[in-house]
Nanobody
């Protein structure tokens, strides 16, 4: 059974930092695409960043580029999202998800070209962790 467990959310002031972690189990971690999405109340789910656990290639949405860093520790089956310079617009529930479709490196390259992450491409999801940024 695939399981994804997020942690690291919380309350932080504007300009602060948080690091989210997503611990995965139930599948071979080393060649998949792991993505982070977020959803604020009344808004659509937004793809934030994703990584290939095979070659480490990454994608970032324009809204977080230069502020967020995604990384993978394959020995720990864990993907991290380091979030810096947070602002109230970053407040949301953050979800990690795994995509097994195709070759992960190609998926990341395609995402980079299209400039968008599609939630339907990800088969399994974590329960989410709340991030709240106060003004």
């Amino acid at each position: 059974e695939v399981q994804l467990v997020e942690s690291g959310g919380g309350l932080v002031q504007t300009g602060g930092s948080l690091t989210l972690a997503c611990v995965a189990s139930g599948f071979t971690f080393d060649d998949h695409t792991i993505g982070w999405f977020r959803q604020a109340p009344g808004k659509e789910r937004e793809g934030v960043s994703c990584i290939s656990t095979n070659n480490g290639s990454t994608y970032y949405a324009d809204s977080v580029k230069g502020r967020f860093t995604i990384s993978s520790d394959n020995a720990k089956n864990t993907v991290y999202l380091q979030m810096n310079s947070l602002n109230p617009e970053d407040s949301a529930v953050y979800y990690c998800a795994v995509s097994t479709l195709g070759v992960s490196a190609i998926r990341i390259a395609t995402t980079q070209t299209l400039g968008v992450m599609y939630a339907w491409e990800y088969e399994d999801w974590g329960q989410g962790t709340q991030v709240t940024v106060s003004a």
